[in-house]
């Protein structure tokens, strides 16, 4: 009887074990998660956000549209975070992004190099079209404990390469 008991005790305890790691928390549609604000580089100055919290208007591939979403773009992590119901979410699928409005800037999601996908803001839009890639610089800290001078912390700079896009070919020039 008794071994019965531990033995039933186990299977209870391996059978809520399981059923706690299927546990799936719901959010948005596209897979997204809560993206942690406090997300910010120890011992680093400036900021890795192209813009601060904007309206967006989203066209999907799907044809769908989206009107109003408040969204900034992570250009350290490239990364879309996007507001709702005061929750951060980051954006699971920029994929199904067509393209996006923000501030009357068009922004496009496009493979520049193999395996490599960003965010464009479009300056042109034609046959050749021009278009701006938003990096991150990092300067490193260059303090000098003699001279008292310098900077402590490494410093994010958002930096501006321009590309010319002609079907799905990519060229920088800048």
Same mark, same amino acid.
């Given at each position: 009887m008794?071994?019965?008991s531990?033995l039933?005790?186990?299977?209870?305890f391996?059978?809520l074990?399981l059923?706690?790691q299927?546990?799936?928390?719901?959010?948005?549609p596209?897979?997204n998660?809560?993206?942690?604000?406090?997300?910010?580089?120890?011992g680093?100055?400036?900021?890795?956000?192209?813009a601060?919290?904007?309206?967006?208007?989203?066209?999907?591939?799907?044809g769908?549209?989206l009107?109003? &979403? !408040?969204?900034?773009?992570n +250009?350290?992590?490239?990364?879309?975070? /996007?507001? %709702?119901?005061n929750?951060?979410?980051l954006?699971?699928?920029?994929d199904?992004?067509?393209?996006?409005?923000?501030?009357n800037?068009?922004?496009?999601?496009?493979?520049?190099?193999?395996?490599?996908k960003?965010?464009?803001?479009?300056?042109?839009k034609?046959?050749?079209? &021009? !278009?701006?890639?938003y990096? +991150?610089?990092?300067t490193?800290?260059? /303090?000098? %404990?003699?001279?008292?001078?310098?900077n402590?912390?490494d410093?994010l700079?958002?930096k501006?390469?321009?590309?010319?896009?002609?079907?799905?070919?990519?060229?920088?020039?800048?």
């Amino acid at each position: 009887m008794k071994k019965n008991s531990v033995l039933a005790v186990v299977v209870i305890f391996v059978a809520l074990q399981l059923s706690a790691q299927n546990f799936r928390i719901q959010a948005p549609p596209g897979y997204n998660y809560i993206y942690p604000e406090n997300n910010i580089i120890k011992g680093m100055e400036g900021s890795p956000y192209m813009a601060d919290w904007e309206y967006a208007d989203i066209l999907f591939t799907s044809g769908g549209e989206l009107k109003g &979403l !408040l969204v900034r773009y992570n +250009v350290y992590t490239n990364q879309l975070l /996007y507001q %709702e119901n005061n929750q951060t979410y980051l954006m699971g699928a920029p994929d199904s992004i067509s393209e996006m409005t923000i501030a009357n800037k068009e922004y496009i999601y496009r493979e520049y190099l193999p395996g490599k996908k960003t965010f464009f803001e479009v300056e042109v839009k034609g046959k050749v079209s &021009l !278009l701006t890639k938003y990096e +991150v610089e990092v300067t490193p800290a260059n /303090y000098n %404990e003699a001279l008292m001078s310098g900077n402590k912390n490494d410093v994010l700079y958002i930096k501006k390469k321009l590309y010319l896009q002609q079907g799905a070919n990519f060229i920088p020039i800048s």
